[in-house]
């Protein structure tokens, strides 16, 4: 399990690495064109948390080991399109 951690270190999120390569991905997208955006997913207790996402805030992506993981086209867009919606980036399982 990998870790999103946002701001300065007071927030981290674990995830799978597999699901964190995809997410580094459309998150990169959205702020390097320095669009702010919701991130939302299920917690293990099934809560739903949403953190506001933008460029002034530090993210970083600790991966639990060294691998490159392939990345999945149709799960990759489908996380693209719920960032560019209104209700923001939601975690979803990969398709098959």
Known sequence: MGKLVYGEGEYS???DDR???HLQI?????????????FSWTSD???RNSIWVQHAIPLRYH???????AINREWLE??????????GLTVTDEPA
Request: negative net charge.
């Open 13 to 15: 999120l674990e995830l």
């Open 19 to 21: 699901l964190l390569a």
């Open 26 to 38: 459309v998150i990169g997208a959205k702020l390097r064109r320095r669009e702010a955006f919701y």
């Open 45 to 47: 207790d099934d809560k």
């Open 63 to 69: 991966y639990d080991d060294a691998t490159q993981h």
């Open 78 to 87: 489908l996380l693209t399109i719920s960032a560019n919606g209104a209700s």
